[in-house]
C-alpha cells in the first residue's frame, strides 16, 4: 500500500436526459430548466465525457489510477423503489455500477459515501433494510477499498445521522453494526467513518467519537458573504490546513481533505466564490498535505494496530457546477492530475 492513499470523491450527477445539472435551475428540486451553462464556463466542460455513463467511467478510471488516485469514494442516494427524492436523481447512484462494469475496475478502489443530507435521509427501518441489500452488491467486488485488511464505509453527515436516528446512541449503534454484519457476511470487517465540518474537534466526550471508527471532510468553505469578485484560493486552502492541524487532536483518526476548488456561479448556490486554483497553488497546497500528513498525528485511516494509514480525499472528481474537480477539464487540462502525481507519487 502506497505511504500516502489519494482518494477524490466521484459525483454522478451529470445525465442527458432534462431537468439536468448542466442547465441553470432554481433550486435541486426544480423541472423548470433554464440556459445551458457549459457556454459560459468553458473551462468546465470535461474531457473524458460530459455525461455519466460507462464509457466516462472506463476513461476516467484509466486517467485517475494512471495519475495515481488510489480510491474514489463513490457518492450514494437512497431513492423509494417507485419514487425519487428529486427530478431524476434515480441517476446518482450509477456510477456504482458502472465502476463495477469496468474492465479498468483493478486499477484502483473505490468505497461507498451514504449521502444522508437533506433530501436523502434515511429514517425508517425498511429504507435502512433497502440500502444495506443495495450496498450488498458492491462491497465483495474485489477493488472495494481496504486499508490493514479491513473495508471502508463513510456516512456522508455524522450530524445528520445522529440526529435522524433521534439522538439515540444506542439507535445509532444499531444502525452501525448492521453494515458491520453485511460486510462480515462477505468475511470483511470493516471501519466507518463519517463527515464532520472543518472546524471543531471530536473529543471523547463527543457522541461522533462513540459511533464512528474515524472522520472526515467532504467539502467545507468560510463563512464570507458572495460577491461579485471571487476570493482568493487561498482563503479556502486555509481552512482545510487549519482543519488538520485542529483534528490531529480528536479522539478519533480524521482524514483530511483538499479542496480543488469552489465556485458554484453556475448553479444557485449562493455561498461564496473563490478563484480556482492555478498549477503553483495546487501543487503548493499537495505539497503542505504531504508534510502534514506525515508529520501530524491522527490523520489518515486507522490500522488495527492503532496506527494511522496517512489518507487524505479531494473534493472533488467531478463537481463541475460546484466548481471543485480534479477531473481534466478544457481549461485544466489534466494539471490537476499532473500535479498530484508528481507531488504525492513520485519515489513511491
Aim: charged share 25%; with cysteine; aromatic share 14%.
Amino acid at each position: 500500500m502506497s505511504p500516502i492513499l489519494t482518494g477524490v470523491n466521484y459525483f454522478a450527477g451529470w445525465w442527458k436526459p432534462l431537468p439536468n445539472k448542466w442547465h441553470r435551475h432554481a433550486d435541486s428540486f426544480a423541472a423548470d430548466q433554464g440556459s445551458d451553462w457549459r457556454p459560459e464556463f468553458p473551462a468546465r466542460v470535461p474531457l473524458l465525457g460530459e455525461y455519466n455513463c460507462q464509457e466516462t467511467m472506463d476513461r476516467e478510471i484509466e486517467a485517475a489510477s494512471a495519475y495515481g488516485v488510489d480510491f474514489f469514494p463513490i457518492l450514494w442516494y437512497y431513492n423509494e423503489p417507485d419514487q425519487e427524492r428529486e427530478p431524476n436523481s434515480r441517476f446518482l447512484n450509477r456510477a456504482l455500477g458502472e465502476f463495477i462494469a469496468s474492465p479498468f475496475a483493478e486499477s484502483m478502489s473505490f468505497f461507498i459515501e451514504f449521502c444522508n443530507h437533506p433530501p436523502f435521509e434515511v429514517t425508517a427501518d425498511q429504507q435502512w433494510q433497502e440500502c444495506l441489500e443495495t450496498w450488498r452488491k458492491c462491497i465483495s467486488h474485489p477493488s472495494y477499498l481496504k486499508v490493514g485488511g479491513r473495508a471502508v464505509f463513510k456516512v456522508h453527515g455524522a450530524h445528520f445521522f445522529i440526529e435522524q436516528n433521534g439522538r439515540d446512541i444506542v439507535r445509532c449503534n444499531r444502525q452501525l453494526d448492521s453494515i458491520r454484519e453485511l460486510f462480515a457476511e462477505e468475511g470483511m470487517d470493516v471501519i466507518i467513518g463519517s463527515g464532520v465540518m472543518a472546524g471543531g474537534g471530536v473529543d471523547a466526550d463527543n457522541p461522533i467519537a462513540d459511533v464512528f471508527d474515524f472522520t472526515c471532510t467532504y467539502m467545507d468553505v468560510p463563512n464570507l458573504p458572495r460577491t461579485e469578485e471571487d476570493y482568493p484560493y487561498e482563503i479556502l486552502a486555509e481552512l482545510c490546513r487549519k482543519a488538520r492541524r485542529v483534528h490531529s487532536d480528536d479522539a478519533i483518526p480524521y482524514m483530511p481533505y483538499m479542496p480543488a476548488g469552489w465556485n458554484p456561479r453556475p448553479w444557485p448556490d449562493t455561498r461564496a466564490c473563490f478563484a480556482l486554483p492555478d498549477r503553483d497553488e495546487w501543487r503548493h497546497e499537495l505539497a503542505l498535505m504531504k508534510q502534514d500528513l506525515l508529520a501530524l498525528p491522527n490523520l489518515g485511516l486507522p490500522l488495527p494496530d492503532g496506527t494511522v494509514q496517512p489518507a487524505f480525499n479531494c473534493y472533488a472528481w467531478n463537481e463541475f457546477g460546484e466548481g471543485g474537480f480534479v477531473a481534466p477539464t478544457e481549461g485544466d487540462q489534466y494539471m490537476k492530475l499532473e500535479e498530484l502525481q508528481r507531488v504525492l507519487k513520485s519515489g513511491q
